[in-house]
């Protein structure tokens, strides 16, 4: 069974940083690519990163762009997110998500709340 | 830039009827990297069709989905108490590499 657990999230001061990971398990987690989705309170999906399954290429989306850095580690089947210079829009639950390969989502995580307030 | 338009925001209606939703790109899409997916209070987000037309694993054939081009539909052919939830469209491959929808709300009537 696929399982994905995401957790680093919290309450965090404009400007401040903060690291989530994504344990994965029940899959050949190398050979999937991944991203990291978010949702603020009572909005819409918004796409954050993608990372391919080798870690080689990485993509953002313009709002996090040079803020935050995807990565990954497949000797321990964990995805990762560092957020920096975190704003108050950044508030949101942070899903992990796996891409079945055709560039959707077959399986997603619970979520982690990222609160950025002072 | 890709921009995904939903409609209609919300659709209120009962069980057993039909609900047709619509997504809408500013610019073509492969249908292969078109999909929507369904998200209920408090969860995370379920794959429903990917490639505009192939239904995911484990759901019901009452969901299917069509479409080409910039212009993509979400049919449930007679709607049950649980599906009852908003929906969204994704789209893969173009810029933005990844984008959804703002998402229809499907109530009950």
């Known amino acids: 069974e696929v399982q994905l657990l995401e957790s680093g999230g919290g309450l965090v001061q404009p400007g401040g940083s903060l690291r989530l990971s994504c344990a994965a398990s029940?899959?050949?987690?190398?050979?999937?690519?991944m991203s990291w989705v978010r949702q603020a309170p009572g909005k819409g999906l918004e796409w954050v990163s993608a990372?391919?399954?080798?870690?080689?290429?990485?993509f953002y989306a313009d709002s996090v762009k040079g803020r935050f850095t995807i990565s990954r580690d497949n000797s321990k089947n964990i995805l990762y997110l560092q957020m920096n210079s975190l704003r108050a829009e950044d508030t949101a639950i942070y899903y992990c998500?796996?891409?079945?390969?055709?560039?959707?989502?077959?399986?997603w995580g619970q979520g982690t709340l990222v609160t950025v307030s002072s | 830039e890709i921009v995904l338009t939903q409609s209609p925001g919300t659709l209120s209606l009962s069980p057993g009827e039909r609900a047709t939703l619509s997504c809408r790109a500013s610019?073509?899409?492969?249908?292969?990297?078109l999909a929507w997916f369904q998200q209920k209070p408090g969860q995370a987000p379920r794959l429903l069709i990917y490639?505009?037309?192939s239904r995911a694993t484990g759901i019901p054939d009452r969901f299917s989905g069509s479409g080409s081009g910039t212009d993509f539909t979400l049919t449930i052919s007679r709607l049950e108490p649980e599906d009852f939830a908003v929906y969204y469209c994704?789209?893969?491959?173009?810029?933005?590499?990844?984008?959804f929808g703002p998402g229809t709300k499907v109530d009950i009537k």
């Open positions: 990372l391919s399954g080798n870690g080689g290429s990485t």
């Open positions: 490639s505009a037309s």
């Open positions: 029940g899959f050949t987690f190398s050979s999937y690519g």
């Open positions: 998500a796996k891409d079945q390969g055709t560039g959707s989502y077959d399986h």
């Open positions: 610019q073509s899409v492969n249908s292969r990297n």
């Open positions: 994704q789209q893969y491959g173009s810029s933005p590499l990844f984008s």
